[in-house]
């Protein structure tokens, strides 16, 4: 573990500069300029070097669990009972919000083209509850797959060059 970062808004202590009681989720874009947090009441744009908020992408109280950069920085995910995509240089919601039941985990795709989320489960055929990791394509917000479980899902990741998935 590195240093213990010094400066304007750092200094605070855990969960101090966010205002959230709790910190569910971070992720840090590739360029480390800037970072997203979600708590348990909003996702949140951070200025990493400076720890100036840039901008609130949910408003307060929506439950977000889980964030995630696209590759290219220009976009976030942020994810609760709805998986959302947000353009991080105006803050504007670029994707109708795809239904996730309970999103606990989120990611790109390496190449930025599709996203994966999972969590606590959803109705399956016969109206069982299931847990699920679902891929949805980020252009046109379309569901390409639903992969079912018996564990909840906590964390999903693309392999390096995106064929598979794993939870």
Known sequence: MGPK?????????PDR?????????I??????????????????????ATGQL????????????????????????SAGHLIKLWDVATG???LIPMPASSADAVAFSPDGTRLLGGGG???SRDDLTINTLKLWDVATGRLLRVFG????????????????VVS
């Open 17 to 25: 500069q966010s205002g959230d009681s709790e910190t569910l989720a």
């Open 54 to 77: 840039l901008r609130t992408l949910e408003e307060e109280g929506s439950g977000v669990r889980a964030v995630a950069f696209s590759p290219d920085g220009a976009h976030v995910l």
């Open 27 to 48: 992720s840090i874009s590739r360029a480390a300029v800037r970072r997203v947090l979600s708590g348990s009441d909003a996702a949140k744009l951070w200025d990493a």
């Open 121 to 123: 489960g959803g109705p």
């Open 92 to 94: 504007e919601l670029q």
């Open 5 to 13: 970062r010094e400066g304007p808004g750092w200094d605070r202590g």
């Open 149 to 164: 479980g018996p564990a909840d899902v906590l964390s999903v990741a693309f392999s390096p060059g995106g064929a598979r």
